[in-house]
């Protein structure tokens, strides 16, 4: 099996493409400093402020959302894509790319589409269930299908043959000694070592409810003892905060290094993204899951097998209120014996190493 020598990624749009995308090729460069990492994604996409201040070379290629329904704009679809594919194609021919490792979103499907023309090895990486759009167009051109979780293969036809390899995850959250780094965790948001800690993150889309549920009940848990590192997220109204309140309650819009929010945390309020389920369960956090509800319910199929594993709760987002998390933190949050058993149980479902699954993976595709 002969060393990579280039290799093309595509993701973009959102953070769940963005963030295991710039894991596994933090992973490739970890493995061969000299391979050629070349990354496409599109003018308008996340990933512009995320890949090039990591280091890796993005290529900026014209990328269509593609319809769900057939009308006009499916109809100008093919001559759109093309001119897409052209793009990426002249990308892969330039950096000479021995395989295309797709992450999903639309700047995906022009590289599928130029590698599929080319005849050369395409990988795609699949974390939720049903498949997003870009990769159930991309698996129509290979076989060589990785999934993130292992309930994945069971919930998708077209997942059926799909490997399991995890979740690439930063080796900053991968290799996370929360035990270890908790004082200084929480010394670092101004939070006291001695009382348990409830760090709240909803993401930035569709969180307000989340925001609204747990600075209802900040009193209630400040009396109790428990402290709040809440981030707000940079596109929600900031939340009002009693100010005389006898523990802290830290708010943030927005938090880049989240493994210091797990690092100070006993338990964890999130959403049910498929990257916050591969992170929180890979380093063993217990968490109470609330899935965003105007969606398929994906993030409540990603929560579920984790949850029934012992790793979490999950609740639906209607039911949270200050109320219900009054009844149901407090008690959880101040029994260490419950959150060391939902920790473990999380730990044991999760996996750290989805990073060099995936290029373990990746390397076998190649040599087919």
């Known amino acids: 099996m ?156 077209s ?54 549920a747990v600075s209802g009940a900040a009193k209630e848990l400040a009396r109790n003892g428990v402290q709040v590192l809440h981030v707000i997220g940079a596109r929600n109204e900031p939340v009002s905060v009693p100010t005389d309140l006898p523990v802290p309650y830290v708010t943030l819009p927005y938090l880049s290094e989240m493994e210091l929010g797990y690092a100070a945390a006993d338990l964890m309020l999130a959403r049910g993204g498929a990257m916050t389920c591969a992170e929180v369960a890979a380093i063993g956090l217990p968490a109470i899951y609330v899935p965003y509800p105007h969606s398929n319910q994906e993030q409540k199929r990603n929560a579920l097998p984790v949850v029934e594993a012992g790793g979490g709760l999950l609740v639906d987002d209607g039911e949270l209120t200050p109320a219900w998390l009054e009844r149901t933190v407090i008690p959880l949050v101040r029994d260490p014996q419950r959150l060391a058993a939902m920790g473990a149980a999380a730990a044991a479902y999760g996996r750290r190493d989805g990073d060099v699954a995936l290029l373990n993976f990746v390397y076998e595709a190649v040599s087919r």
């Open 2 to 157: 002969g060393p990579l020598r280039s290799v093309v990624l595509c993701g973009g749009g959102t953070g769940g493409h963005i963030y295991p995308l710039l894991a596994f090729a933090d992973c490739l460069r970890r493995h061969d400093p000299s391979v050629r990492i070349t990354c496409l994604g599109t003018p308008k996409g996340l990933e512009n402020e995320l890949i090039p201040p990591a280091g890796y070379d993005l290529r900026q290629i014209p990328a269509y959302q593609l319809p769900r329904s057939i009308n006009m704009s499916l109809v100008r679809t093919p001559d759109r894509m093309w001119k897409a594919a052209r793009a990426a194609g002249k990308v892969i021919d330039e950096v000479r790319a021995d395989v295309v490792v797709g992450f999903g979103g639309y700047v995906s499907v022009p590289g599928y589409l130029a590698a599929w023309r080319r005849e050369l090895p395409i990988v795609i990486h699949e974390v939720n269930v049903p498949p997003g759009v870009a990769n159930r167009l991309g698996m129509k051109f290979t076989k060589n299908v990785a999934v993130g979780f292992p309930h994945q293969p069971s919930q998708a036809e």
């Open 159 to 212: 997942l059926r043959d799909a490997r399991v390899v995890g979740v690439p995850l930063r080796r900053g959250i991968a290799g996370l000694d929360r035990a270890a780094m908790r004082n200084a965790a929480r010394a670092h948001f101004g939070l006291r070592p001695d009382l348990p800690v409830l760090f709240v993150a909803g993401g930035s889309q569709g969180a307000r409810s989340i925001n609204l």
